[in-house]
């Protein structure tokens, strides 16, 4: 959130004090009583014409947050997370002779490790355990305490048996399927 701020910050900088100079600008083109007070005044009508735009952006913006609604970026991120998972246990099956694990949390830390190697650090781990993480749980998840409800396949299952969910988010459940698909069922 700080990298967004310090970014509005400094586009307001580069783009408001050009733009609230044109709007003076082209005030004066239709007004002399403009005119007047603009080469009176020229501090003061600047600030009102970056406060015009300031008022705008912020318009814009309040907008563009009610099209990614916060439901919709924990699901995502949710989704990102089994996605990972799912890397991790095809890791795991192809090290032990097909088998899948019996637990989530057989996968940390080696084979998590495997499939985020840009992500590890080798003093403290995985970065605050982060595929364990969802904004929708209840409760603080770990690698042994997973939000996910993990279910182990038959090494002969169909690609399209579901292995992982998540039932965290109120109107629907991310689901992982052993061929590597995500996607989110709704409640009906």
């Known amino acids: 959130m700080n990298g967004i701020m310090s970014s509005i910050i400094v586009l ?25 007070k603009v080469k009176q005044h020229p501090v003061l009508h600047t600030i009102w014409a970056v406060v015009a735009v300031l008022f705008i952006a912020l318009i814009v913006l309040s907008s563009l947050v009610t099209f990614y609604p916060p439901g919709r970026v924990s699901k995502v991120l949710c989704a990102n997370n089994i996605k990972i998972l799912l890397s991790a246990l095809d890791d795991y099956k192809s090290h032990n002779n097909g088998e899948y694990p019996e637990s989530l949390s057989s996968l ?13 650090n080798e003093n403290k781990g995985l970065k605050e355990d ?5 904004i929708a749980f209840k409760g603080k998840g770990s690698p042994l305490n997973p939000p996910y409800i993990y279910i182990k396949p038959a090494p002969d299952a169909s690609p ?13 459940e991310i689901v992982g399927c052993k061929s590597g698909n995500v996607r989110a069922v709704p409640h009906f």
């Open 108 to 120: 940390f830390p080696k084979y998590v490790k495997n499939v985020l190697p840009e992500y590890w």
């Open 130 to 134: 982060m595929i364990y993480k969802c």
């Open 160 to 172: 399209d048996t579901v292995v992982i969910i998540d039932k965290n988010h109120k109107d629907a």
């Open 12 to 36: 307001i900088i580069v783009f408001g004090i050009p733009i609230s100079a044109l709007v003076r600008f082209i005030g004066c083109m239709f007004s002399s009583e403009l005119r007047k």
